[in-house]
């Protein structure tokens, strides 16, 4: 890769003696970088994250610092939506060991709407949920028919002292309709903070497919393509890998109250 594709903010150019830096080709820059341990990384994306999200997050961390096995038990749910003919967007820097969580090498996450197909699935400790396909919007009501009623509720009765997490989406929260049902059928929700994909390990698996995708040497033309190549995807993640990915709860909890409610490297 080129070295102008390369974003290296001004501050560490500063610390690496830019003066020098910049007088000498571009293989003794990669050298020079090398002694400095400024290393090539990807970019890492964020969301925007407030003082009171910051602080629930912080509180809900100290609330299960001492969570180990309970793990097991979660279930983890989260949708996500892959794309026809998108690149994955992320971006390599160069930032010295350490530096994964400065603001300075993170990019926020585009909101645009792209043509592609809307998931949804759930993972536990020694077993997964079949995956969703959701076509359109997911209103609450299309929530409870389409995954709450099918999917979670005989998912939720197989798995022993279950509790069941699903973030703050409006269709997941909304009274009278999810919420109701979720309480009608006995499933115990395990509170989340706002804002805090990295606390969630299905996010990890969601990246997994999408790189798979990425990576494919025929890429999907058409939607019907894109949803077997999703399913595909979704059937190889190998549940070994998601149970290590359980199993790390206990790390991304003590790097949040290490990191004061702030984003994490995960």
Request: proline share 6%; with cysteine; glycine share 4%.
């Amino acid at each position: 890769m080129d070295d102008e594709e390369f974003c290296v903010p001004d501050d560490v150019l500063e610390e690496a003696s830019a003066a020098k830096y910049q007088m000498v080709p571009t293989k003794s820059k990669l050298r020079y970088q090398k002694e400095l341990e400024i290393f090539t990384q990807w970019q890492t994306e964020i969301k925007g994250k407030d003082e009171s999200s910051i602080s629930a997050r912080l509180a809900w961390c100290n609330e299960r610092i001492a969570w180990d096995e309970q793990w097991n038990s979660v279930i983890f749910s989260d949708e996500s939506r892959f794309c026809l003919g998108m690149h994955d967007g992320r971006r390599r820097v160069r930032r010295l060991r350490g530096e994964r969580r400065n603001f300075a090498f993170s990019i926020e996450r585009p909101v645009a709407r792209t043509v592609g197909v809307m998931v949804w699935g759930a993972i536990c400790f020694g077993s997964r949920s079949r995956l969703v396909f959701i076509q359109g919007n997911l209103t609450a009501i299309r929530y409870v028919q389409e995954v709450l009623r099918p999917v979670v509720v005989p998912y939720f009765r197989r798995v022993n002292n279950a509790l069941f997490q699903q973030d703050n989406a409006r269709p997941h929260i909304a009274y009278c309709v999810s919420r109701d049902f979720l309480d009608d059928s006995q499933v115990d929700l395990l509170p989340w903070p706002p804002r805090s994909p990295d606390l969630s390990p299905i996010e990890h698996v969601w990246d997994l497919m999408g790189r798979r995708l990425t990576n494919l040497h025929n890429p999907p033309l058409t939607l019907a393509a894109l949803r077997h190549e999703i399913q595909v995807a979704w059937d190889s993640v190998p549940q070994d890998e998601i149970n290590h990915l359980i199993r790390n709860m206990p790390r991304r909890v003590r790097e949040c109250i290490g990191s004061r409610g702030g984003p994490t490297h995960y």
